[in-house]
């Protein structure tokens, strides 16, 4: 990545959506295409197409949103998914994509001699899936872990909520924090290598920053529509807005997706893309997890494939294009936290955020042993 001359914004929004529209299946849309930017030869005619299209987007929404939110029973004392059945589909998947723990010799072989850096996803990662995204807690285990391993590699927290919401929850200065999927990046004078401003406490990287006042509008539009939905609820994570619906009767995800779609209609240059139970109004720009940790290496110094082995740990669709990156770049490994079989660009796995501390802590053990 070419830090001085590239350029994350996609200037063409609309164009670049009706190209892709006749090639993505409903359920992989990553964005919405707005029916005004197609035209027809009679007013009625444009009209007819216009709610075709809507119907399309709103039933590709709702098919994404049931796909990437399947309900599952929780662990009434941990807060965590019941694991799977052992079953030949799940076995297969282990094989693939096999645990961390159980690879973990053959991980730090391959780092004999080079340096180690931790990027960790929060909600799913560090902190277990909760019903209120505001109760997301870290628990002081989980802090400690992570304390840890800040201290022994250069570590990042890369997150879907807002910088300073994740730095709420995890509460160390030691760590560098990548918010709004990346979006908005903070590396502190401690880790940044090429600082050329001597005594600065931290180093800042938006490139969304253009569109934060369309983001905040929409927030708004957003938090009123939702608003006579029970159990929805709209968080504004600076240059995104999550649209949290895990708490809404599955009846009405329909209408939620509706609403979301018919609120972006007036805003070409954003997308709506989906998580666990939640879909994410984003930029139409050429940034995601992935480019913040091409751009995190780069900027700590640490792009160096030879010397240095990337650890990316996360739970969501959105920690894909991070997976991809390093998996492309024949690069350190992606694991991803997840208890069912998922098709992943991840190396290996971890079942829930207690097998993520167990790592964390394996990882600050080996270190320390290898000193």
């Avoid at 999927?181 to 001597?198: F, Q, R």
């Avoid at 969501?316 to 490994?333: I, P, S």
Wanted: hydrophobic share 40%.
């Amino acid at each position: 990545m070419d830090l001085s001359n590239s350029s994350p914004v996609i200037t063409d929004p609309i164009g670049m959506s009706q190209s892709l529209m006749g090639v993505l299946p409903s359920k992989m849309m990553p964005f919405s295409v707005r029916p005004g930017g197609y035209s027809g030869a009679g007013g009625a005619g444009v009209n007819v197409s216009r709610r075709k299209i809507e119907e399309v987007l709103v039933s590709g929404l709702l098919d994404a949103m049931k796909s990437s939110s399947p309900r599952k029973k929780h662990n009434v004392v941990f807060g965590q998914e019941d694991l799977p059945e052992e079953d030949p589909a799940y076995s297969a998947w282990m094989a693939k994509c096999p645990s961390a723990l159980a690879s973990f010799k053959q991980i730090v072989a391959s780092a004999q001699g080079k340096k180690i850096a931790v990027f960790l996803d929060y909600d799913g990662t560090l902190s277990p899936i909760v019903d209120d995204p505001e109760k997301a807690v870290m628990s002081p285990v989980m802090r400690a872990a992570v304390r840890n391993v800040a201290k022994h590699f250069p570590a990042a927290i890369v997150s879907g909520r807002s910088r300073k919401k994740v730095l709420e929850f995890v509460k160390l200065k030691e760590l560098c924090y990548a918010g709004s999927h990346g979006m908005d990046i903070m590396t502190s004078s401690a880790h940044y290598e090429h600082n050329a401003e001597k005594g600065k406490e931290a180093n800042i990287f938006q490139p969304a920053r253009d569109f934060l006042p369309m983001i905040d509008e929409v927030s708004k539009a957003l938090l009123e529509v939702t608003s006579g939905i029970e159990g929805a609820s709209v968080e504004d994570n600076k240059f995104c807005v999550s649209v949290h619906y895990r708490n809404v009767d599955e009846k009405d995800w329909e209408l939620v997706a509706r609403l979301v779609n018919e609120v972006l209609e007036d805003f070409p240059r954003l997308k709506v893309t989906n998580g666990r139970m939640v879909l994410e109004v984003r930029p139409v720009i050429d940034w995601d997890k992935g480019k913040a940790v091409e751009f995190l290496l780069q900027s700590l110094g640490l792009s160096d494939c030879e010397n240095v082995i990337p650890i990316y740990i996360g739970d969501d669709r959105t920690d894909e294009d991070a997976f991809k990156v390093l998996r492309e770049r024949n690069c350190g490994y992606g694991i991803l936290v997840s208890q069912a079989p998922k098709e992943t660009e991840a190396f290996y796995s971890l079942r829930d955020p207690s097998e993520v501390m167990e790592f964390l802590n394996s990882l600050v053990r080996w270190k320390k042993h290898s000193l």
